[in-house]
């Protein structure tokens, strides 16, 4: 119901904005629009003249209820669209910062919910780091990401 009128309402305007372009100058041009603004209005006002007012009721009804679990679903969609953006860049982050320090390495970043939200949880390291780059990178993961260095799992190269 409300798609329709939504899709009607933007072909009246679509047909208005092409009869105003096209419409020349002068009084025929007025005419036409005049004629393209009586027809907008036409489309816009046009479900209140034919309304039927338990059907508009139940269409308002039928918005405000909704599926537990479809909206379970979305939540646990949502949460691991947001897992997988955040993984990314945190992983991204550490790749930055470990070639910073002059550190070839490769990153995976595990995320758990927390207050309803992912955040990064661990994160494993492959790398080759003397012992200054692990101490340096490990301490930026802890304090930027909030990983602690406990999890934090470094395995060679």
Not at 9 to 25: F, G, K, N, V, Y
Not at 37 to 48: D, M, Q, T, Y
Not at 101 to 107: K, P, S
């Amino acid at each position: 119901m409300i798609r329709t009128y939504l899709i009607r309402l933007t072909a009246a305007s679509i047909l208005c904005a092409m009869i105003r372009r096209m419409a020349p100058e002068g009084s025929a041009g007025a005419a036409a629009r005049l004629g393209t603004g009586l027809l907008l209005l036409l489309a816009l006002f046009r479900p209140i003249a034919s309304a039927d007012p338990v059907r508009a009721a139940a269409e308002v009804a039928k918005m405000g209820s909704y599926d537990p679990l479809a909206a379970e679903s979305f939540s646990a969609e949502t949460n691991r669209l947001l897992s997988s953006l955040i993984s990314g860049q945190a992983e991204a982050y550490i790749l930055d910062k470990a070639g910073e320090l002059g550190l070839l390495v490769e990153a995976e970043v595990e995320m758990r919910i927390s207050d309803y939200y992912p955040v990064p949880w661990s994160v494993r390291i492959r790398g080759s780091p003397t012992q200054s780059q692990k101490a340096a990178l490990a301490a930026d993961i802890a304090e930027k990401l909030g990983i602690p260095e406990e999890r934090q799992e470094w395995w060679g190269m």
